[in-house]
């Protein structure tokens, strides 16, 4: 069944988005006095009642919290330089499907696109929503967090605690030789844009700054930078038990 999400931490009583009334009044003909399961944005799930209908709105009131977030291994985060066109839009569907927890957008040098910060706010807040749309349509207990673009220098800065699996076509050491050292615990994944990666200022860069970093191969074609994304994430993920 389709999930109901909140981006927001339920507290009280609170109105259903436009399409999640939608979905509740008239695809499953809920009324005042039904209850349904709601998770919100901190991965809480709780049971609310139906208590007030106005028009194509739904007013829900929390009863009681049925569970907190789920404990995982720890999160999978996919920073990949942004991509022209709807590509991006697939990644990020794609990307949720698969589990991964974060999803960082970067302003690489070679990316096609430049977004000025007028625009950033906009595709974070679009791409959000997409993220929150795929969590429902493959039943995910939560969403994604989408992050605004952002730089590669302030990528580093932000994760350089966090173990970094670079995919790089100069690179000849498989995937599959490091994803024992990453079953558990935070991984960022970072892939490249169309144009790939600037070697001095991003894969040096990352190099010198981040404590554990490893630039691995996918194989000796080069994949699309959506395909490498995808590929590389259900590897880990495989790896990683899809938890
Ligand atoms: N600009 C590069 C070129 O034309 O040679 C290709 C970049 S590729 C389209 C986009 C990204 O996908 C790369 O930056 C890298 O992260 C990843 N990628 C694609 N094929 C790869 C491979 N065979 N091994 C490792 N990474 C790969």
Same mark, same amino acid.
């Given at each position: 069944?389709?999930?109901?999400?909140?981006?927001?931490?339920?507290?009280?009583?609170?109105?259903?988005?436009?399409?999640?009334?939608?979905?509740?009044?008239?695809?499953?003909?809920?009324?005042?006095?039904?209850?349904?399961?709601?998770?919100?944005?901190?991965?809480?799930?709780?049971?609310?009642?139906?208590?007030?209908?106005?028009?194509?709105?739904?007013?829900?009131?929390?009863?009681?919290?049925?569970?907190?977030?789920?404990?995982?291994?720890?999160?999978?985060?996919?920073?990949?330089?942004?991509?022209?066109?709807?590509?991006?839009?697939? *990644? =990020?569907?794609?990307?949720? $499907?698969?589990?991964?927890? #974060?999803? !960082?957008?970067?302003?690489?040098?070679?990316?096609? %696109?430049?977004?000025?910060?007028?625009?950033?706010?906009?595709?974070?807040?679009?791409?959000?929503?997409?993220?929150?749309?795929?969590?429902?349509?493959?039943?995910?207990?939560?969403?994604?967090?989408?992050?605004?673009?952002?730089?590669?220098?302030?990528?580093?800065?932000?994760?350089?605690?966090?173990?970094? *699996? =670079?995919?790089?076509?100069? $690179?000849?050491?498989?995937? #599959?030789? !490091?994803?024992?050292?990453?079953?558990?615990?935070? %991984?960022?994944?970072?892939?490249?844009?169309?144009?790939?990666?600037?070697?001095?200022?991003?894969?040096?860069?990352?190099?010198?700054?981040?404590?554990?970093?490893?630039?691995?191969?996918?194989?000796?074609?080069?994949?699309?930078?959506?395909?490498?994304?995808?590929?590389?994430?259900?590897?880990?993920?495989?790896?990683?038990?899809?938890?």
């Amino acid at each position: 069944m389709r999930k109901i999400f909140t981006d927001f931490p339920i507290g009280g009583t609170f109105e259903l988005s436009a399409d999640d009334a939608h979905h509740v009044l008239v695809v499953l003909r809920h009324t005042v006095g039904d209850m349904i399961q709601v998770t919100d944005c901190t991965g809480a799930t709780y049971e609310c009642l139906i208590t007030r209908m106005a028009g194509h709105s739904a007013f829900l009131t929390p009863t009681h919290k049925i569970s907190e977030k789920k404990h995982t291994n720890g999160t999978v985060i996919l920073a990949a330089g942004i991509l022209k066109s709807d590509k991006f839009d697939w *990644v =990020i569907q794609k990307a949720t $499907e698969l589990g991964v927890g #974060t999803i !960082v957008p970067v302003q690489m040098e070679h990316c096609v %696109v430049k977004l000025n910060d007028a625009r950033r706010k906009g595709r974070q807040e679009r791409w959000q929503r997409l993220a929150m749309e795929a969590a429902k349509q493959c039943g995910r207990d939560d969403v994604p967090r989408i992050e605004t673009v952002t730089d590669f220098s302030s990528l580093v800065e932000a994760y350089s605690h966090v173990r970094f *699996v =670079i995919p790089y076509e100069q $690179e000849t050491t498989p995937l #599959t030789s !490091v994803c024992s050292e990453i079953r558990t615990g935070d %991984v960022l994944l970072c892939i490249g844009p169309e144009g790939g990666f600037a070697r001095d200022t991003e894969i040096d860069y990352a190099e010198k700054n981040v404590s554990w970093c490893r630039t691995v191969s996918l194989g000796p074609r080069i994949l699309r930078a959506e395909t490498a994304s995808l590929a590389a994430l259900s590897i880990i993920m495989y790896e990683r038990g899809f938890m």
